[in-house]
């Protein structure tokens, strides 16, 4: 019967990563502004394996990711199961691209910076007197609200009654 430690492995941290070897900090703290503007939470494993997405390069797979993770680490890499369940949430949340090549696996890469504003816009009950809402706050939340459920924000309408209390 095969030995199992009786805790999970401690996840990698920064100061793991073989000196040389990191991502452009740049760039890192780039994706790490684009995860949470999409509402997700930074971790450790998941600033680790920003590094490594980015060292592996684009249409990298998940084992390509975690070979490159091995090497950066010095051989302890996380598990491939943390890197799937976080690969699996960003591209959920629009930071990275999946495709499939012919080869039938899954390629990674990352995704496109969204560059138009989302346009969002108070249409009055009574009226249909439209107000164009420029608090990029409303955006944001409205962005990270279609995210947690897969979706992706184009535009929004809200109807919105007048202030007399109706």
């Given at each position: 019967?095969?030995?199992?430690?009786?805790?999970?492995?401690?996840?990698?941290?920064?100061?793991?990563?073989?000196?040389?070897?990191?991502?452009?900090r740049n760039?890192?703290?780039?994706?790490?502004g684009?995860?949470?503007?999409?509402?997700?939470?930074m971790?450790d494993?998941?600033?680790?394996m920003?590094h490594?997405?980015?060292a592996?390069?684009?249409?990298?797979?998940?084992?390509?990711?975690?070979?490159?993770?091995?090497?950066m680490?010095?051989?302890?890499?996380?598990?491939?199961?943390?890197?799937?369940?976080?690969?699996?949430?960003?591209?959920?949340?629009?930071i990275?691209?999946?495709d499939?090549?012919?080869?039938?696996?899954?390629?990674?890469?990352?995704?496109?910076?969204?560059?138009?504003?989302l346009?969002?816009?108070?249409?009055?009950a009574g009226?249909?007197?439209?107000?164009?809402?420029?608090?990029?706050?409303?955006?944001?939340?409205?962005?990270?609200?279609?995210?947690?459920?897969?979706?992706?924000?184009q535009?929004?309408?809200?109807?919105?009654?007048?202030?007399?209390?109706?």
């Open positions: 019967m095969p030995a199992f430690a009786e805790h999970r492995r401690s996840p990698p941290v920064l100061k793991q990563i073989r000196p040389g070897m990191e991502a452009s760039a890192v703290r780039k994706l790490e684009r995860c949470r503007e999409a509402g997700v939470k971790t494993l998941r600033r680790v920003l490594g997405i980015l592996a390069g684009a249409g990298a797979t998940a084992i390509g990711i975690w070979k490159t993770l091995g090497l680490t010095d051989g302890h890499p996380p598990s491939l199961g943390s890197i799937q369940r976080n690969l699996n949430l960003l591209v959920a949340r629009d990275l691209c999946r499939v090549a012919p080869d039938r696996l899954w390629h990674y890469s990352i995704a496109p910076e969204r560059r138009g504003r346009a969002v816009t108070f249409v009055e009226t249909g007197r439209k107000i164009r809402c420029r608090m990029p706050e409303v955006a944001a939340l409205l962005r990270r609200v279609a995210a947690e459920h897969g979706l992706a924000v535009a929004a309408a809200i109807t919105v009654t007048s202030g007399t209390g109706r």
